[in-house]
């Protein structure tokens, strides 16, 4: 006997073998492996859930970050479609470099200061010099006198007797009533004529005189020039004839040369009174002398000065420095006036070249200053203050800032100048660094932005770019434009957000890319959403968080709408759903009945390979059509008596069973 009292069976009521089932709703389980992207999608009975980085009504706009360590220049970032945005070390106009040295003393003696390509050396004396020479002045030069020969007169007063005598030179003249020969002379009561006669007789008898009348007075001039003249003797001893002088000719002198002292290129002589150029006057006062010989060279020479010197001296200086002073003629052949050398300039002071760059140590930082600057600009004092062959520099200038500092500024702009050397070897100067700096060629071109003074300020100045706000041309370049898809922040001191303009999903495809250390968040931007609409899904903070937003959806559990899923997500007309376990998920059919459930529609788009329909169908699985049959209806097989306890229909779960015991 059966172990249950089985229910009487009606008129309709058989017992039939077999086994009979209770309908079972199909399902299927989703397995999540990982945090759905967003946009993937599942999809239930034609119901697609699109999970979402937000669920917000009005939408949410894309946004990344760029992150900055250590930005350098030539580092790039690029956002969209725009150009590249390039950091740069300078933004701007072409400037010069420039540096600022300070005297803090006097620089001494060998001590240098290097100006790009030029070592400027201070010395205590500089070692050009010119050549100099001195004149000394003992005594009285002459002037050029010329020879005078020596004279007599022999005056007729009365007529001569016979017989007398008139001695001229080696010859003795006897008075004769008539001239017969040689050594007479015709006696004539005319005193005119007897002079005639006296001349007429001298004329023909002498070689070593001359003789001539002029109204009655002989004049005797001596043949040889000068003093030998004046030993030629003149007596008489005759009536009516006087002789002048002492027994011999008179007043003979000899010729005095031209007396000379030649400096350089100019010869000058000695004269009486200065007519002209290359003359000195002359003068028996030695101080005198010397102030004409400075005053002749003065107004003459070109190629030496000359001043008054000490004890009756002149310096003689050549005009130029060097060794070339050192062959300047300089010479003399006059009375009274000495030179020193032999024959040239230098031996006061021999002339030394120039060298360049030399500047005189003074004894102050100020004075030490000027000279430096003059020396730099071709200002004043040269040949005194800085070396005759300096020249002004020729890629720096300098000026005076104050009494102890100067500034240097290369003449041209650009880079080049950020490579002049600033050095030097001096304890009492100092430039503010080893080179120029500051210097920068024209950079101002579109997309190039301002490093700054740290990677703080090259982001504030990116901020800038993007927007193309104010420093164009300083912080960035001219001709950058506004960005047309983003909007840009900083939003750390190290970070750059850049936020799509416009809200959605279309802000994610927005792309990015950076080189160097100026680091993007993603690819792309990203958490862009389109406005909140129908099953949107929230990508929870895991997957498990993200199954659970999933089946409220699908139930549309109430408190949810509009925060774990879209407001106006309606309950899934097919499934139920429920959270199996932290990654997975299980979809039953609402309608009983395999045939129908099993045809329920499912997909996904999730990326992860762990994620995944069961048996990668798509379609539920699973469901099973229920035995028909009307209350009361028994079957049996060889475990078990099957009851209906109510009539059951292929979605019926009516059937009840009861095991068969042994007798």
């Known amino acids: 006997m059966l172990g249950t009292q089985l229910p009487q069976a009606g008129p309709r009521s058989t017992i039939q073998e ?4 209770n309908a079972a709703n199909a399902a299927r389980v989703l397995t999540v492996g990982a945090i759905p992207l967003d946009n993937e999608t599942v999809s239930i009975g034609g119901q697609v859930y699109k999970f979402e980085n937000a669920i917000a009504a009005g939408g949410v706009k894309a946004y990344a970050t760029f992150t900055s360590a250590a930005i350098a220049a030539g580092n790039k970032f690029k956002i969209g479609s725009v150009s590249d945005y390039t950091f740069r070390d300078y933004v701007g106009i072409a400037t010069k470099a420039a540096s600022d040295g300070v005297f803090s003393s006097f620089v001494a003696d060998t001590k240098w200061i290097k100006l790009d390509t030029i070592t400027y050396t201070y010395k205590t004396a500089l070692t050009e010099k010119k050549a100099q020479g001195t004149v000394t002045v003992s005594g009285t030069p002459l002037a050029k006198v010329d020879n005078i020969d020596a004279t007599g007169t022999i005056t007729v007063t009365g007529t001569p007797v016979g017989n007398e005598e008139l001695v001229v030179g080696a010859q003795t003249f006897l008075f004769k009533a008539a001239r017969s020969g040689a050594g007479e002379i015709t006696i004539d009561a005319d005193n005119t004529n007897q002079a005639v006669n006296i001349v007429a007789a001298i004329t023909a008898d002498l070689a070593t005189v001359t003789a001539s009348n002029t109204l009655g007075v002989v004049i005797v001039t001596s043949v040889a020039h000068g003093t030998a003249g004046n030993a030629i003797p003149l007596t008489e001893a005759a009536t009516g004839i006087e ?37 000195i006057t002359i003068s028996a006062d030695n101080p005198t002398q010397v102030t004409n010989i400075v005053a002749a060279i003065t107004a003459d020479s070109t190629d030496v000065t000359a001043v008054d010197g000490a004890l009756d001296t002149v310096l003689i200086t050549a005009a130029t420095i060097g060794v070339a002073g050192n062959a300047l003629t300089f010479t003399e052949d006059a009375t009274g006036i000495a030179v020193d050398g032999a024959g040239t300039l230098g031996t006061t002071t021999a002339g030394v070249n120039s ?20 020396a730099t600009t071709g200002g004043a004092g040269v040949g005194v203050k800085y070396s005759t062959l300096t020249v002004a520099h020729a890629t720096v200038d300098v000026t005076k800032t104050n009494a102890s500092t100067i500034h240097a500024v290369a003449k041209s702009t650009g880079d080049a100048g950020n ?13 503010t660094g080893l080179v120029l700096a500051g210097g ?43 960005h047309t898809q983003v909007d840009s922040a900083k939003t750390a001191a190290d970070t750059l957000t850049v936020t799509a303009k416009t809200i ?30 129908a099953n949107g899904v929230l990508i929870g903070a895991s997957a498990e968080t993200s199954i ?60 992860n390979a762990g994620s995944f329909w069961a048996g990668g169908t798509t379609v539920l699985g699973g469901g099973v059509d229920g035995t028909e049959a009307p209350k009361g209806k028994i079957m049996f097989d060889t475990s078990n008596v099957y009851v209906a306890t109510a009539e059951n229909s292929v979605s019926g779960k009516n059937w009840k069973k009861t095991a068969l015991g042994a007798l």
């Open 243 to 279: 002789v002048s002088g002492s027994g011999t000719l008179e007043n003979g002198t000899d010729a005095v040369a031209e007396q000379h002292l030649v400096v350089g290129a100019q010869s000058y002589k000695f004269v009486n009174l200065r007519g002209g150029v290359g003359e």
């Open 355 to 374: 060298i360049a760059n030399e500047i005189l140590v003074e004894a102050t930082a100020e004075a030490a200053l000027n000279n430096f600057v003059s």
């Open 18 to 21: 077999g086994t009979p089932v």
């Open 504 to 533: 959605g999903d279309a802000g994610n495809a927005i792309a990015l890319t950076n080189t160097g250390n100026f680091t993007k968040s993603s690819a792309t931007l990203l958490h862009g959403e389109d406005t909140e609409a």
């Open 548 to 607: 659970e937003n999933l089946v409220s959806a699908i139930l549309t559990t109430a408190g949810d709408e509009g925060v774990k899923w879209g407001t106006g997500t309606v309950t899934n007309a097919y499934c139920t759903a429920a959270k199996t376990t932290p990654s997975t998920m299980t979809a039953t059919a609402i309608v009983a009945g395999g045939t129908t459930g099993n045809a329920i529609a499912i997909a996904e788009t999730l990326s």
């Open 419 to 431: 490579l002049f050397d600033t050095t030097t070897d001096s304890a009492d100067f100092a430039w």
């Open 440 to 482: 920068h060629d024209l950079q101002d071109t579109a997309y190039d932005v301002w490093l700054g003074v740290s990677d703080e300020a090259a982001i504030d100045n990116a901020v800038l770019a993007i927007s193309a706000g104010a420093g164009a041309g300083t912080n960035y370049g001219t001709g950058t434009v506004a």
